[in-house]
């Protein structure tokens, strides 16, 4: 049974950077793919990067060149490393997993807080 636990959100100001880590306990099958997703309040959950087949690296249209999705496979943990942080940027980001042949992810962690504001 997979688990998913994220940590490392927080406060930031605007043009600061944070880096989110998700621990993908019992996730090891190659043949499931890994997101990040995030939700505003009152929003649609929205994809924010993912590691599809293969390794193959996606992003959203509003944070490419800002956001590195990756994964350590020995530590079993999915990163998201976070830079120029912008107020918009903010939203509750959820780690999860799918499998590949899935358009929508199965597994969800509980989400974790970013926050950027002056």
């Known amino acids: 049974q997979g688990q998913l636990v994220e940590s490392g959100g927080g406060s930031v100001q605007p043009g600061g950077s944070l880096r989110l880590s998700c621990a993908t306990s019992g996730i090891t099958n190659s043949g499931y793919c890994l997101d990040w997703f995030r939700q505003v309040q009152g929003k649609e959950r929205e994809a924010v990067a993912s590691i599809e087949r293969d390794g193959v690296l996606t992003y959203a249209d509003s944070v490419k060149g800002r956001f590195t999705i990756s994964k350590d496979n020995a530590k079993d943990t999915l990163d998201l490393q976070m830079n120029s942080l912008k107020p918009e940027d903010t939203a509750v980001y959820y780690c999860?997993?799918?499998?590949?042949?899935?358009?929508?992810?199965?597994?969800w962690g509980q989400g974790t807080q970013v926050t950027v504001s002056s």
């Open positions: 999860a997993a799918r499998p590949c042949h899935y358009s929508w992810p199965n597994y």
